[in-house]
């Protein structure tokens, strides 16, 4: 699993970055009604990212441009390039529909805004802005996979923080001049053309070169039928994001800005390594035969414990102070800093049972099984609208984020049931390799917790904290004996 390790490598110079976009974010504009409304623009390409990027398509595009390399390197470079024009021209008919109709398609976003004329035509605005960003986006996703077949996991992932840059830029520009947020749609735009060029650069020194064979025409229609049944489970899965921002539109201005800047949070650990891990995982998968299959998924299941368990509990016990740390600053009050904390308690939650879901999705994938993941990905839905509706009026935005954490928890449970059935992998030789190896790992994190309290209750200042548990649970493991490089080799 050492691809893991340069993939989240890749990932931390990028969130570093966008932490330092959202910490600016929420100095100059701090929770708004303007914030959410560029918050619920940005999030429209960012849905639509997720069906034609990450998720959906490389489910189905990696297996084949994979198998087609290993032939050939014409025959994979042929079909990259067909797949890059196809893409392209889909995308671009949804930028043309999304600009004409902005207005409209932002209202559906937001409806609890419908009386607010000036925030909805700001919000309009500002989609016209990002939209491009998907084109941008999507074809550096293609290339991306491509890279990551050649064993660079670094540069893919470090990519985004060329766009974090020139968001950060742009946030610097609007300060020093009106405090425009149109200045920061256009960061996001440039920021992914820059990203795009950046990953175009790096795929031509890996050898990719542009070649149009109509043979590799059939393939490409192939990729897009395959990916059909995985767009609308990928699109379920964003559906869950966005029926939780729809939701807080109808409750007070900056309720969706918390619940993003708490989700910006929560993805931290989420992104670095969950994301990362499932990517390396169906790299993997679709590369190598049965007899690894056990041993991939089973250090990807332990690489999960062992890294996201402790940084739920992180963000559970010290998100007050981490959120202060933080944001809380010039237009980020003391107010914002207790709502966004809240919601992101509720997230953390669920980070274990995000994760695992995100690997036990990858196994599906790289046997092509992508219908299997749209029903449960719609079972989740579902439990996800329930739960929000019913614990909105208690909890507020908070509860929104707490009814994703319950639905992620059902879905582990079917994931499991699911995947033992049809025999893609034995949890029963899992737990009965790697008994003792969990129980270790869970009880390090119990005394973690301990160490957490103890410290807090001294007094000890969050960023102290944050160092001396990290410390303090390597130091565990090591007397536990548990290897960390080798989990994550």
Do not use: C
């Not at 990551?148 to 766009?163: D, E, K, M, V, W």
């Not at 708490?262 to 007899?291: C, H, M, W, Y």
């Not at 649970?473 to 989990?487: D, G, P, S």
């Amino acid at each position: 699993m050492g691809s893991v390790i340069r993939s989240a490598f890749g990932v931390f110079t990028s969130r570093i970055l966008g932490f330092l976009r959202d910490i600016f974010i929420a100095a100059v504009f701090g929770a708004s009604a303007l914030t959410d409304a560029f918050f619920v623009a940005f999030a429209i390409p960012n849905l639509f990212r997720a069906l034609f990027a990450e998720g959906a398509l490389s489910s189905a595009f990696v297996p084949i441009l994979g198998s087609k390399l290993k032939k050939s390197e014409y025959e994979g470079y042929s079909y990259l390039s067909n797949m890059v024009i196809y893409l392209s021209s889909i995308i671009a008919i949804f930028i043309i529909i999304f600009s004409l109709f902005s207005d409209k398609i932002i209202l559906l976003f937001m409806p609890g805004f419908i009386g607010d004329k000036e925030v909805i035509s700001v919000a309009s605005n500002i989609l016209i802005i990002v939209m491009p960003y998907l084109l941008f986006v999507s074809v550096s996703a293609l290339f991306s996979s491509f890279l990551n077949l050649r064993g660079s996991y670094f540069i893919p992932y470090s990519s985004t923080a060329l766009l974090n840059l020139a968001m950060i830029t742009s946030i610097y520009l609007s300060y020093i001049y009106s405090k425009n947020i149109y200045f920061l749609a256009w960061g996001v735009f440039f920021g992914g053309l820059i990203q795009l060029g950046y990953i175009l650069l790096f795929s031509y020194k890996f050898g990719f070169k542009f070649s149009f064979d109509k043979k590799s025409i059939s393939d490409v229609k192939k990729t897009f039928l395959l990916i059909v049944p995985s767009i609308f489970g990928v699109g379920i899965n964003q559906l869950n994001f966005l029926v939780g921002r729809v939701l807080a539109s109808y409750l007070p201005f900056g309720s969706i800005s918390y619940l993003y800047y708490a989700n910006r949070l929560f993805q931290f650990p989420f992104g670095l390594f969950s994301v990362t891990i499932g990517t390396v995982s169906l790299t993997e998968l679709s590369k190598n035969d049965s007899i690894r299959r056990f041993e991939i998924i089973s250090k990807s299941i332990l690489s999960i414990f062992l890294i996201i368990l402790p940084a739920s509990l992180g963000l559970i016990l010290l998100s007050d102070d981490i959120i202060r740390i933080v944001f809380q600053r010039n237009q980020f009050n003391f107010n914002d800093t207790v709502n966004t904390a809240n919601a992101l308690k509720m997230y953390s939650l669920g980070l274990l049972f995000f994760s695992l879901n995100m690997t036990f999705t990858k196994i599906f994938h790289s046997i092509l099984d992508t219908k299997t993941p749209v029903k449960i990905s719609a079972i989740l839905l579902v439990s996800n609208i329930i739960f929000s509706l019913l614990l909105l009026k208690p909890f507020k935005h908070s509860g929104i984020a707490l009814a994703s954490s319950l639905s992620a928890f059902i879905g582990t449970i079917i994931y499991v049931k699911l995947i033992s059935q049809k025999k893609l992998y034995s949890f029963k030789d899992f737990l009965s390799k790697y008994n003792w190896y969990i129980l270790k790992i869970i009880l390090s994190n119990f005394l973690m917790s301990i160490f957490i309290l103890y410290l807090y209750h001294k007094r000890v200042h969050v960023l102290l904290i944050i160092l001396l548990t990290i410390i303090f649970y390597l130091v565990v493991l090591q007397v536990f004996k548990i290897n960390f490089k080798e989990v994550l080799r």
